[in-house]
């Protein structure tokens, strides 16, 4: 079964603020692929990442980084020096290949709230 | 690239009337597109994926007769609600791929259905 966790409901930060989004998955399957949008209060999501189940290098993308562990089946999002426009929901996902990748299992999300 | 528009935006309807939402790729060939539902600070929730020319295949859950799927072309689906209720007020949202070994989805900015 999938699953995907984001313990984190709500986050509020001070703006410049680093912060960090957790998620942990659960796939039986060997090969996965794990995402992360961003959906602001207009509603549309954004697509931040996609990482495959056997790349496990970090990314840093300006301020953004994604830190992928298998070891402990989490792929955490941080945001350094955080602005208000970061200011949004964030879904963690995860595909499995046993579905042809079709199958998008979102996580509960996380509220960030980027306070000035 | 990989544009995917829905129309309406949003929609404010009668109970017991049916309501029709497009979803289109503007600027490639969707060989798959998937509805979601969100409720208000709910993650999204797979409704059905429908490939072009063929039957929905639906989450369970979710029933078919009341959300009737149409992917007639490879640049439109259509999810129409019928007999709406206000408990089917939410916020639908759809996706679409071009196929492939990794099936990458590009998702619509969303419909904001309010049932009276």
């Known amino acids: 079964a999938q699953k995907v966790t984001q313990a984190q409901t709500e986050i509020s930060v001070v703006e410049k603020e680093d912060v960090t989004l957790d998620c942990v998955y659960e796939t039986r399957d060997t090969t996965y692929y794990l995402f992360w949008y961003k959906q602001p209060p207009s509603g549309e999501l954004v697509f931040l990442i996609r990482?495959?189940?056997?790349?496990?290098q970090n990314e840093i993308s300006g301020r953004y980084s994604w830190n992928f562990q298998k070891s402990t089946s989490s792929f955490n999002f941080t945001i350094t020096a955080s602005q208000v426009v970061d200011s949004a929901v964030y879904f963690c996902a995860l595909s499995e290949a046993k579905t042809s990748y079709d199958k998008v299992i979102f996580g509960p999300g996380t509220s960030l709230s980027v306070i000035p | 690239g990989a544009v995917v528009s829905q129309h309406p935006s949003w929609v404010i309807c009668k109970s017991g009337t049916s309501v029709k939402i497009e979803c289109r790729s503007l600027d490639f060939q969707a060989t798959t597109m998937f509805w979601y539902r969100q409720f208000p600070k709910q993650s999204l929730m797979l409704m059905a994926t429908?490939?072009?020319?063929?039957?929905?295949?639906?989450e369970q859950g979710v029933e078919k007769d009341k959300f009737l799927i149409n992917h007639a072309s490879l640049t439109l689906s259509t999810l129409t609600v019928t007999s709406a209720h206000p408990e089917d007020s939410s916020f639908y949202i759809c996706s679409a791929s071009w196929g492939g070994a990794y099936n990458e989805q590009f998702f619509g900015p969303g419909t904001r259905l309010t049932v009276l």
């Open positions: 429908s490939n072009e020319g063929s039957k929905a295949t639906y």
């Open positions: 990482r495959n189940s056997f790349d496990e």
